[in-house]
């Protein structure tokens, strides 16, 4: 089936970098895009979310871009924090399930 | 408001036995799903309830199976249980289809 991956499994940043986690997607009739943070113990936290009407949302301190020519997404933290450090997830919407990519684990050193 | 509740936040089982997952929704919200996390499969779909109905059904054995009861609360059931199933198991509520999805903390599952 078709299914949601992410380009790199881990991305180390220093405090204060802007940090960038990409993603890409294949199927092109998916019209929903989220992105979550997860941290050890803890179930995924909404970041940000996307429809595919648009090209970018920016929240507090996240942006996340969508470019579906090419079928990917990412999502840019700026001033990356320590506690920021965690598993992020981009997940499309697939009728009401969503499909998850495998995650990029953030670590950010002060 | 109260977010995802779910119960219990950890669980030991053997090999064949059943065990039931308890999910409460964020107060209003009338979908629930449920998501099996392991390290190697990461997040997997395994099904959507919407008003007491299941509307979607991931690809997972009959074993597993849920439940929403009238106030939006939700089980699931894993039968005959396998190695395998040991795994974090997580619910998430939403108002509907196109709305985002809130998560609980999980329960994670281990069988020995």
């Known amino acids: 089936g078709e299914s949601v991956g992410l380009h790199l499994p881990t991305l180390s940043v220093q405090e204060g970098d802007n940090s960038i986690i990409n993603c890409a997607y294949s199927n092109s009739a998916s019209d929903y895009f989220i992105w979550y943070k997860q941290e050890s113990g803890k179930g995924p936290q909404f970041i940000i979310d996307i429809r595919s009407n648009m090209d970018k949302r920016q929240g507090q301190r996240v942006t996340v871009l969508l470019n579906k020519t090419v079928k990917h997404l990412s999502l840019q933290i700026a001033a990356t924090q320590p506690g920021d450090s965690a598993v992020y997830f981009c997940a499309e919407k697939a009728g009401t399930a969503l499909i998850f990519g495998k995650g990029t684990t953030l670590s950010v050193s002060s | 408001k109260a977010g995802v509740t779910q119960t219990p936040r950890y669980l030991i089982k053997t090999r064949g036995q059943q065990v039931t997952l308890s999910c409460s929704p964020i107060s209003g919200h009338r979908s629930v799903s449920w998501y099996q996390q392991t390290p190697g499969q990461g997040l997997q779909f395994l099904f959507e309830y919407f008003s007491e109905t299941q509307r979607n059904k991931g690809n997972f054995p009959g074993r597993f199976s849920g439940r929403q009861f009238s106030n939006s609360r939700s089980e699931m059931n894993v039968s005959t249980l396998e190695l395998g199933d040991s795994a974090l198991y997580l619910c998430?509520?939403?108002?509907?289809?196109?709305?985002?999805?809130?998560f609980g903390s999980g329960t994670q599952l281990s069988v020995l």
């Open positions: 998430a509520s939403s108002g509907d289809v196109n709305e985002k999805l809130f």
